[in-house]
């Protein structure tokens, strides 16, 4: 292999895979004692990351994208019939429910559910922090960013929180669990430990962040057509409605959500029979003893 960067390594049916900065990609068959070039498709030898799915082997480029390869690295072909991806430096790639999640440089995320065939745009929240590692516990994702700290999703990336509570860092290269607690390794050399229990109710796919406040998250998507999502956060058992208004104001919607536990709720807005234009939901909580928790208000955007 001789003096080269090893940025990542894999392995599929007892093949190892690395990848290097600028000689490509080396496969051995024999536990490492030898190695050779598997680059036959490849335009760009400066490899940052490998992914595995099944029998679909990733690699993420310096500046040309996703290739893919489904034949131990004979041949690889791009992976990105929309050409997404095209020209996009991609450091990691990440794995989730045989799902391909792409890590950019530009500041963005995308999500391949077809082995790389198209791409999505996803978690908005915090790619323009730069996510640096990624680890999913039950239904639960971890994020560490870069000068962003650790971020956590309990649905799936549609809204982030913040649980840098005793975490003084702010640049998180790894993320590892136990399924106990989470293992943060710094970039000053250092490993931060803290028990799942303290961020989330159990360690089961039903798995929920602790709320520390009340919060009413912008609608996903946005601009929507016609349907978006409408997420609120509750610290104590409370009523709830949500109202949705015109930009005159006017009322369009009302959902009397009822009385909700403490935890975060998801809203089904559909705009089907509304016309295009600027509307604005409102979230109104009143806890069990009558007194007002939470009245927010953000806009949204509804383009047919």
């Avoid at 400066?46 to 595995?52: K, P, T, Y």
């Avoid at 993420?60 to 489904?70: A, L, P, W």
């Avoid at 034949?71 to 799902?99: C, H, K």
């Avoid at 106990?180 to 250092?190: C, D, H, K, R």
Wanted: charged share 15%; aromatic share 12%; net charge negative.
């Amino acid at each position: 292999m001789g003096n080269t960067v090893v940025s990542s390594i894999v392995e599929i049916d007892s093949n190892l895979f690395v990848s290097t900065e600028g000689e490509g990609i080396f496969l051995s068959n024999d536990k490492g004692v030898n190695w050779e070039k598997v680059n036959s498709g490849l335009s760009n030898y400066e490899i940052l990351s490998l992914a595995v799915i099944g029998k679909n082997l990733f690699a993420g480029t310096f500046g040309s994208g996703v290739y893919r390869t489904t034949d131990n690295g004979a041949n690889w072909t791009v992976a990105d019939t929309g050409s997404t991806m095209s020209g996009q430096y991609v450091p990691d790639l990440f794995v989730i429910e045989n799902n391909l999640l792409a890590i950019t440089w530009s500041g963005s995320s995308y999500l391949s559910t077809d082995n790389g065939d198209s791409w999505t745009k996803v978690y908005d929240d915090i790619s323009h922090l730069g996510i640096l590692s990624f680890v999913k516990v039950g239904s639960n994702l971890f994020a560490g960013t870069n000068y962003g700290g650790i971020y956590l999703s309990t649905n799936n990336g549609i809204s982030w929180t913040s649980i840098n509570d005793g975490f003084t860092e702010k640049i998180v290269q790894s993320l590892a669990t136990d399924g106990t607690n989470l293992f943060v390794g710094g970039i000053y050399g250092s490993v931060w430990r803290r028990p799942l229990a303290e961020v989330v109710t159990s360690i089961s796919p039903s798995l929920k962040v602790l709320p520390k406040e009340f919060d009413l998250s912008q609608n996903y998507p946005n601009p929507f057509n016609p349907a978006t999502v409408i997420q609120y956060t509750l610290v104590c058992e409370s009523n709830v409605t949500i109202t949705v208004y015109d930009n005159l104001g006017q009322i369009v919607r009302t959902f009397n959500e009822g009385t909700k536990n403490a935890g975060s709720y998801k809203l089904n807005f559909d705009g089907e029979s509304l016309s295009s234009g600027v509307y604005f939901y409102r979230l109104n909580t009143v806890s069990l003893d009558g007194s007002p928790k939470l009245s927010a208000i953000k806009k949204m955007l509804l383009l047919k």
